[in-house]
């Protein structure tokens, strides 16, 4: 007895699926192809034919006052069916590798730039007693050569041309040696700041595309979006015969926006309505 029942629920489910579909001019196929390049995108909507969401809205402002938003929580709760399967877990995983997120923490990449950064200390200390060192020995040399300047052409050919130029060069400027010294160690500083930033983007695209995250952010987006949008918004044709924004800032918004607003405010808050229930139940 309970196995009947339990076919008959699924019967049944089955039968409200498509029915809703048919009901929107959709298909299963299209909902899923959408409902993943939407993820994957941010909400930007394919723009090919088979998969166009046009005849969606078309369909949807169609039905009757009243039957739109329980259509559209019809086909909300196929597509949540869809995203909580792991079907869909499963092309999400792959499409995270395809694209190179990860875990930089676990990837180990956080703990080998904290063991660079006490190299680069180290080098910096190391450097600096080394430069101090070199400064005092080369300030000596300065002031024997100044006290016995009969010595300075007894060095001179006992030098390299670069090596008494460059000693030359010392004589006027002591401080040189110490700045160059100090550029040595800047560069390191410099890979350490870039590592930090390059980390940073990882771990940020990483959380946000996380499976549980991004689908949290995907409503969030639905929500935020569906309460700016303006229905009462005038479009007019242009020279080409294509509706545009009377308001070029509204010309600039999201695809999301622009199909909220063609299908009206009944499917949309009913979207949005949806898309907060959805998104209490991951809290």
Do not use: C
């Not at 299908?263 to 959805?278: I, L, S, V």
């Amino acid at each position: 007895m309970k196995t009947i029942l339990s076919l008959s629920l699924m019967v049944l489910v089955a039968w409200k699926a498509t029915d809703t579909l048919s009901d929107l001019n959709l298909t299963q196929t299209q909902v899923e192809k959408v409902t993943m390049y939407g993820a994957r995108t941010g909400f930007a909507l394919p723009s090919w034919s088979e998969y166009s969401l046009y005849n969606f809205v078309k369909k949807a402002k169609s039905l009757p006052a009243g039957s739109q938003a329980a259509a559209v929580k019809s086909l909300g709760a196929i597509v949540k069916t869809y995203v909580q399967s792991e079907q869909f877990k499963g092309e999400w995983q792959a499409y995270l590798k395809e694209k190179g997120f990860y875990d930089p923490k676990a990837a180990g990449d956080v703990a080998r730039l904290e063991e660079m950064k006490k190299q680069n200390t180290k080098q910096k200390g190391d450097m600096a007693a080394s430069t101090k060192k070199m400064n005092e020995s080369q300030q000596q040399m300065a002031k024997v050569l100044k006290e016995h300047p009969e010595m300075m052409d007894m060095m001179k050919n006992q030098m390299s041309k670069e090596d008494w130029a460059e000693m030359q060069e010392y004589l006027k400027n002591p401080q040189k040696a110490t700045a160059a010294a100090q550029g040595n160690t800047s560069s390191g500083d410099d890979y350490i700041k870039k590592e930090e930033a390059r980390i940073q983007k990882a771990q940020e695209d990483y959380e946000n595309n996380k499976y549980t995250n991004m689908v949290r952010l995907r409503l969030k987006n639905v929500i935020e979006t569906a309460n700016s949008v303006d229905f009462a918004a005038e479009v007019k044709a242009n020279k080409y015969n294509q509706k545009k924004f009377v308001n070029p800032v509204y010309e600039k918004k999201s695809d999301l926006w622009k199909l909220f607003y063609r299908a009206g405010k009944e499917p949309t808050m009913a979207a949005r309505d949806f898309a907060q229930q959805w998104l209490g139940e991951l809290k």
